[in-house]
């Protein structure tokens, strides 16, 4: 029986939320796999084996279970930001040449950064929302961020895989606050312009047949965007499907397909959207999408009938073969 790791945790504000994707994931995977889950934190990796919690070896990705010394066989990195989101555990793997079920370390770590995904996916002519890019928080004025970009817009960390960190911003007074919040998440801060429109989001994966997409779920946030609370505490709607036109649904699942190609997205990933006057512009790339019971993708598969069971069946078969 081939063994399976489940990477989860983290360095994130979503440390819990990972875990919890994690239990789903490990409880809908093939029988013909043993799993564990590996508990990464910023001051130990420890597995979760049977009732026991044992230490993980970085050297060569063992643990002991049982008394006996294991090596993993594949892995699946289901960490919501730092070190796993980024795009570091899969560069670990690939030295340790063990397979992954995840996107690979340059599409984690492109598709993780908000602002750069962006400016990568704008060459191809995929449209995004105005924004300026800050690599200490007096680089910009709050005049000059105004100038360009008007009022209201978003401040948010640009290279943090957590909801922390991000503001809605309509006095220029506020500025300077949503700045140092942003900071405080991240190294970096993506400030853009604000989308007035519908918010949707897609599910997007390799199945046997080819790139798949999920139906739609328009999200409607009782707070003034989707944030932490509004993502994980229940202040939002999550409509599936989206109340919008066949037609642009089409539309927005097409150009979902065509960013995970581009950005050579592997296994489950979920893209954004804002729709404006029935335009669609990309908000963000995850590609560790939250999969607890009470998480959109999930969601998106009940509506389309499809069994977690059936689903990391066919993610797994077309990603270890």
Request: proline share 4%; hydrophobic share 40%.
């Amino acid at each position: 029986m081939k063994t399976i790791g489940i990477f989860c945790g983290g360095f994130s504000s979503e440390f819990d939320i990972s875990i919890k994707s994690a239990t789903t994931i490990k409880n809908h995977l093939p029988s013909e796999f043993l799993s564990f889950k590996i508990i990464v934190s910023k001051t130990k990796w420890e597995v979760e084996a049977g009732t026991e919690m044992v230490s993980f070896n970085l050297n060569d990705c063992s643990f002991l279970f049982q008394g006996k010394k294991i090596i993993l066989d594949a892995a699946i990195v289901y960490i919501h930001g730092d070190p796993g989101e980024n795009g570091k555990i899969q560069a670990m793997l690939e030295l340790h040449g063990i397979k992954y079920i995840n996107s690979g370390p340059l599409a984690s770590a492109l598709s993780f950064d908000k602002w750069y995904c962006n400016q990568f996916l704008k060459t191809f002519n995929i449209p995004v929302a105005k924004s300026l890019f800050l690599k200490n928080i007096e680089e910009y004025t709050p005049s000059e961020l105004v100038k360009d970009l008007g009022l209201p817009l978003f401040i948010k960390p640009s290279d943090s895989g957590s909801s922390y960190g991000i503001s809605k911003v309509k006095k220029i007074e506020d500025i300077p606050k949503a700045l140092q919040i942003a900071f405080n998440e991240g190294d970096t801060v993506v400030v853009e312009s604000f989308l007035d429109g519908i918010e949707v989001t897609c599910g997007v994966y390799k199945s046997a047949t080819g790139i798949s997409t999920l139906p739609l779920t328009e999200i409607v946030s009782d707070n003034e965007f989707f944030d932490y609370e509004a993502k994980y505490q229940g202040k939002s709607s999550e409509i599936t499907p989206a109340r919008i036109d066949e037609s642009l649904a089409k539309e927005v699942q097409s150009m979902a397909k065509d960013i995970y190609s581009l950005l050579q997205l592997r296994s489950i990933a979920r893209v954004d959207f804002m729709l404006v006057k029935n335009k669609p512009y990309v908000i963000e790339v995850n590609t560790t999408p939250g999969f607890s019971s009470a998480s959109i993708v999930p969601q998106m598969l009940a509506v389309a009938k499809i069994s977690l069971d059936e689903f990391w069946k066919d993610i797994v078969s077309v990603e270890l073969g």
